[in-house]
């Protein structure tokens, strides 16, 4: 075996106050697999500056916009420029950069909504399919062992026939007017930063891919309405769709921000002829599986446990007990990535091999359109009589 | 004080081999309020007997069928005829008793649903109008504590604006054919013992009963979907449906007896601008309380618990951390309607008092025609684009 | 089969005020198995008979003492008489009781510690020896279905052999001086009335007994510290022990009322070579099943529910997830009692048969002279008779 | 701000087929403070090198010895050459390497235990005395979040005056004979390798650390009991004790690996005057607080959650609801031992600064030794050496 070479990232993203951008750093840092050789983390100089100091890199390489970045990271030698752009931009610039980028020759790994539109996202789509160039969607919640062993259990028959899906994604930290003075809440709620969804397309989005990717099916169809709860809020902050798979199965999504106190309570529960399963994000280690006829089982994360599928093992640390959470998910995925940037798999864009890649950020265009469109179409509200309650 | 008259009480239904008849008969014997003095317990002669027998009821006053015990207890002097029905028939025939007890002169205490269809329910209201004969209807969830206690979160402002409710019952005890072989599933899936919904109308009406009731408030529109899984039944075993209320409130209602491996796990969730609640019948002497800005709080059954509104506190019976269940819950319904029978209350038919009435039985039949409307409508299924899934 | 007759029982003890008397009027009343015929509830006149007219006994059958109850219950036909003693009083009265009562002919189902000293204990044991009365002790949590299932799981070899038991008992409602206010915690502090212990005599036999039953072992030897928190207390509010038991088995047995906060949180768990199981009283319908090599099992209490014993189906009421409680615990005591006194079974007081009897009682007796006096030495292991045991 | 320099940290121990070298690197890997630049990972030349070129060490910088590392990276340019010497060797080896490394001029990060005897213990904490070298402890419990929290309340009197203490560390790994085969299970149950204790040196000394941590106490007087239950087996691998505190409390320490079936269930349970708490090491994200006379609360970890002290937020990445774990938990230890390698603040070996030191260690020996001698001893209440409290 050769010396492991640490895969070179530049970050576009993720200055001072962001969010999303410490949790990759935290993540693309775990396994040792990468070194961030270069951002360009804001368009504030001041904070660009900072947040490149508190990181360690240098000011050589540290740019004062993406476009500068790609620019002159191109221009250097090889064996020293920056391998992955890591994309962690508010929604809007998510397809730009990334087209830019795969033009210029980088790979990406880009947090998620793939774009803000179904149009972008295609076209992103067809670019990736003329290069070799690798593309990777933060879809972090597939990235957790135990949304593999939940996957697994449905294809291998372990629930039987799939009738019933109800996934929901409650939060709460929306629910009074955060976005006049939070970062966060601002462009989350902005159209022309977030696109036309904000709490879809937000989480409505992880609930969906999370439902599809357990199910190993496609969610058809749906019948959906979005409210906003906030005076002046421009985006859905709220949601609710009935659903129907391909393969026949229904079921509900729920996904709503403005469920006070609510954390970030990710939840799955699926069920079919055999058997049922459970998994929660906030639990993340355990699956609950219900066999028909037998005391119900809990699965457990981490080496060496009991009845966990290849994909599951390979996405643990540590033995069972000692908890892996959210960070380990992300850096899971950027793991994969880094094994297919190196050529150590035949990991490639239009093929799904651990991480999320384009379809994936298709499937969240399509699932936002549709419900949008749903939700703005003529109801087919069915009065109930207020009988009994004069 | 006088000394206490145990109030007699006459069953019709719950021969061997039925459910909820033995289900009555634990929650009226648990407080000592009730001594079950006559019965029609089965048109099976032996069943019937041997029932009595079992059960301890003089075979004088054990009766061949419901009209012959209405007719001979009617018949017997005041101070020995029974004052309550207990009816735990199958559900075509709850109306039909309740009316000809009532107009017997006897007051009903009656499994839900009140009956199987709106029309003869809203007479069955009309007679009830017209005498002084009590009525009583066993949702049974809405006697435990902690659903009082969550109703009085709501009603105190605990929680805010209410914006958004989440009530499932999901089972799974219907997932195969049972109905060939167990007696409940036989006629639970008899659209002519039933009626026009099964698991509709036979859960999801509590789980409809328990979301207005949490949130006093109503339920005046929904969109859902019923769902028939297993070849040949008759009836819904499984739906959901996207709800209003007439005070702003949104969110789903779901309920299935096709999840696998789900015994009864009955759970609502309610958020408003300050706060959430939720409560899960499974472990029901907990309620969680999610108040913005603060630690989760959890509010525990029993005597001395801190927290509790007097509602709450009225329905335990011994200190926290002795569990009371389902039977204690339908206990505290007998127990109040107890009270009502001997006068040392208020209750009327006409309003709720400890005890769900007539008006619960109405809002249940409007939800059961709302359900099956919505579901034969033409539906606004949007599609979602098939986009990323080639 | 004949018509099943109410068995007739007379309780002494549990006037207003006391708090285990209703609870074992809820219990028996639960099944339908019993008629409370008369009672001695209080020394109180007014008490007495204010609890004996909320409870529907007639006046010429509540008696102003205990000794009178038994005297003019003996004079009454047989058919009118009551069969069994219920008593409820403060535990330094339970053996003179009991003596009393099975001399004069009465079956007695006594609230537990059998009685405040070894010795008499063994008296009382002596004397049912000598009769065909039935002796039964309200070890409540030896009711509760899955208790049964935890020890099936030991009795079958489901743990293989047995090497670790760990059992608490929890509660914090002695953290401060409630003895000046409150009745209950005023005699469970007095050693006039409670015995030699407070907590250990209360709580920790409780926990003992658990023990005992769960692995079906003695417990011989322990080392243990007792403790008093508040000041003018004058017995143990806490304390723990390292335990050995016969089989070879060793751990740990906690009891306190000074864990604040604390409700009621009886725990045992059990390790052996090739699995381990886990019980809490506050969720009594599961036991958690930890094989070695396999994804833990969480057995379930309910009819229908897979994979448990008799024993505990037989203790089960109603379906799986209509939660069964502590009410229904003792419920499972009386009722095994009153077949016993129907002569329905075999049971004798010399047999344990579904109901603990006198060797549980001795057993509670030794534990508690065993605590004292290792708390009292410096010996290291002190052992506890063997009493009870053969 | 200067930009930030990596830590440049060399590993000793953590071939492949080791557990805790890997979670030393994903734990300094984590937040990107350290750069992996040398290594002795295994005497074994084959694992050392294919180690090394997995991590991406140089062979230049892999070397075939830990003296060999000493000896040439001290000859290196001080920009170049290691700082921090990480040591996660079997115990045996941990003082020989850390006075060597410290003597040769390198900060210590060290998993523990410290040594494998007081004595050795002693000496090296003289020698740190007499350097300004830093010496960091892998007590990885005592980085999470809701540890610090936990202190806090007890601390800031949120429990009142602490009456009880119950420390519970039950695994299952051991429950078999695991050494002939499990390179892990082999050299813990080496006295050689691993020291004079086996589940209390590797486990119990956790929970021991863990209870004075959250105390903020010291445990002065233990009386307990070791077992072995694996023939064969040298050391310990069960044990418990009562045990008492310096400033009056009582309680109860299990540690154990032969919970057949346990994971790493490591609770604290502590109970006041005022209130109780309760951590689970499993979800460790919580913390459950208990306050007399109301319900009962659960603090979380996380950005911006409610209720959390600053030395709990610090420890947190990623808002509530985006579970962190057992890696992240020691990444918090690295991080501040990074901090204080560059002087960031003034936390030195000979205070307790975020960071575990020889203090820690100290406190395991004494509590390894006293569980030794009350295990091995007639007496009953062995004496904890108060070294290292003051």
């Not at 390489?61 to 994309?87: F, N």
């Not at 830019?100 to 067809?126: R, S, Y």
């Not at 939060?171 to 007017?177: E, K, P, R, T, Y």
């Not at 093992?313 to 069972?320: Q, T």
Request: proline content about 4%; glycine content about 12%.
């Amino acid at each position: 075996m050769a010396r492991m070479q640490k895969v070179r990232l530049g970050m576009i993203g993720g200055g001072e106050g962001a969010f999303i951008g410490a949790v990759h750093r935290n993540a693309f840092g775990l396994d040792g697999q990468y070194d961030l050789v270069c951002g360009a983390f804001s368009r504030d100089p001041g904070n660009n500056e900072s947040t490149a100091d508190s990181l360690g890199v240098e000011r050589s390489r540290t740019y004062a916009s993406w476009e500068d970045m790609l620019d002159k990271e191109s221009a250097l030698p090889e064996q020293q420029r920056m391998q992955v752009v890591s994309i962690v931009t508010p929604n809007h610039l998510h397809v730009p950069i990334s087209v830019a980028a795969i033009k210029a020759g980088f790979h990406v790994f880009c947090e998620k909504p793939a774009g803000v539109g179904l149009g972008e996202v295609k076209d992103l789509q067809d670019l990736l399919h003329s290069t070799d160039r690798l593309y990777g969607l933060a879809h972090t919640y597939l990235g957790y062992p135990m949304v593999w062993q939940a996957r697994h259990m449905v294809q291998s028959g372990m629930l039987g026939n799939i009738r019933k899906v109800f996934v929901e994604y409650p939060q709460g930290w929306l629910s009074a007017n955060e976005e006049t003075h939070n970062k966060q809440a601002k462009w989350r709620t902005d159209p022309s930063l977030a696109g036309g969804s904000g709490c879809m397309g937000d989480i409505g989005t992880h609930a969906f891919g999370l439902a599809e990717f357990v199910l190993d099916d496609a969610i058809t169809a749906l019948c959906g309405q979005l409210y906003t709860h906030i005076d002046d809020r421009q985006l859905d902050d709220d949601g609710a769709a009935l659903i129907k798979t391909k393969k026949g199965a229904t079921g509900v999504l729920i996904a709503s921000q403005v469920c006070a106190g609510e954390e970030n309570a990710l939840k799955i529960k699926v069920y079919g002829d055999k058997g049922g399963l459970e998994w929660h994000q906030m639990e993340p280690n355990s699956v609950v599986y219900r066999p028909i006829g037998q005391p119900y089982q809990v699965f457990r994360a981490g080496l060496g446990q009991p009845g966990l599928c290849d994909e599951a093992v390979n996405r643990c640390r540590i033995p069972g007990g000692h908890p892996e959470g959210y960070l380990e998910a992300m850096a899971n995925l950027y793991n994969d990535f880094a094994k297919a940037v190196r050529g150590d798999s035949n990991h490639t864009s239009s093929k799904a091999n651990g991480v999320p890649g384009i379809k994936s950020g298709l499937r969240g265009m399509a699932f936002i359109d549709a419900m949008l469109a749903s939700s703005d179409s003529d109801t087919k509200w069915e009065t109930v009589s207020p009988v009994g309650t004069e």
